[in-house]
């Protein structure tokens, strides 16, 4: 295949899911600027290695996993990331929640909750919070995050409820009696 073709096959394929792999890494990193950084890397490297990726198959998943071997192995190995709280208010909304214009006071309180979330999920394990943040906000199933983390489908299984008990207890935490 000529590099031309590649390059077109890489452009029509991988680049429309750029803001999904930045939006994960960003949930990871917490930091825009690292979440760039990652975002960079991971397409750098799956350009590098695209003519073995197979047609037909979830490019998405396959994306995902390249951001997180970069994320697992370069970054985290030489402790270059900065853990930031998620009062970054550069930090992308986590949910948004679809349907009617609310009031102004439902919204305050959704971004009440959104801010509470934010929180809760920059306190839980990177082990938990990845586990979460592929599975619930990135939308794939466990058996993909299981091929992004590298590790068995239980394994997920057992993040996800785990990182799932602990964020309600921390959400729970705040919530006066």
């Known amino acids: 295949m000529t590099v031309g073709t590649l390059r077109d096959r890489f452009e029509e394929t991988a680049l429309p899911h ?12 917490g930091d825009p600027a ?27 998943a396959w994306l995902l996993q390249i951001a997180h071997n970069v ?11 900065t853990w930031r709280t998620a009062d970054d208010d550069e930090f992308d909304q986590l949910a948004l929640v679809p349907g009617q214009m609310p009031d102004p006071e439902e919204e305050v309180l959704r971004q009440l909750d959104r801010d509470e979330l934010r929180h809760a999920l920059a306190q839980l394990p990177e082990t938990f919070r990845t586990a979460i943040v592929l599975v619930e906000l990135q939308g794939l199933s466990c058996e993909e995050a299981a091929a992004v983390m590298g590790t068995p489908r239980g394994t997920v299984l057992s993040r996800l409820f785990r990182g799932r008990a602990r964020l309600r207890q921390i959400l729970e935490e705040k919530v006066p009696a």
């Open 18 to 29: 750029h803001d999904v792999v930045y939006r994960a890494n960003l949930r990871i990193t």
């Open 34 to 60: 690292t979440a760039q950084d990652l975002t960079q890397e991971t397409y750098l490297r799956a350009f590098r290695s695209f003519s073995s990726f197979q047609s037909g198959t979830n490019c998405r």
């Open 71 to 81: 994320f697992c192995r370069d970054y985290r190995q030489r402790k270059r990331i």
